[in-house]
């Protein structure tokens, strides 16, 4: 069995910083990519950045120069570092990976989800 665990989410003023943190375990051969998502109320999800094993990266345009994704291989583990936080930021994030399952091949995992709410 996988999971993918978030953490790192709260409340926050406009301005500020948070981390998210997604570590994915179980019987994981390999991770392919990892991303973030996030979903407001009333809204479609929405991709906010993945990044690949090779650590390339893509962003919203919404979060470019102000979201930072990064990787630890080696801890199976994603970040989301978030600047200069808005309040139209505010939405449950949540973090997948595509991992190689071994007598599964590739699949997509999701986490539960961690709420970030920016106040104004």
């Known amino acids: 069995q996988v999971r993918l665990v978030e953490s790192g989410g709260g409340l926050v003023q406009a301005g500020g910083s948070l981390r998210l943190s997604c570590a994915a375990s179980?019987?994981?051969?390999?991770?392919?990519?990892m991303g973030w998502y996030r979903q407001a109320p009333g809204k479609q999800r929405q991709l906010v950045a993945t990044?690949?094993?090779?650590?390339?990266?893509n962003y919203a345009d919404s979060v470019k120069g102000r979201f930072t994704i990064s990787r630890d291989n080696a801890k199976n583990t994603a970040y989301l570092q978030m600047n200069s936080l808005k309040p139209e930021d505010t939405a449950v994030y949540s973090c997948n990976a595509d991992l190689y399952r071994v007598g599964m091949g590739w699949v997509t995992n999701w986490g539960q989800g961690t709420q970030v709410t920016v106040s104004s």
């Open positions: 990044i690949t094993s090779g650590a390339s990266t």
């Open positions: 179980g019987s994981i051969a390999s991770i392919r990519s």
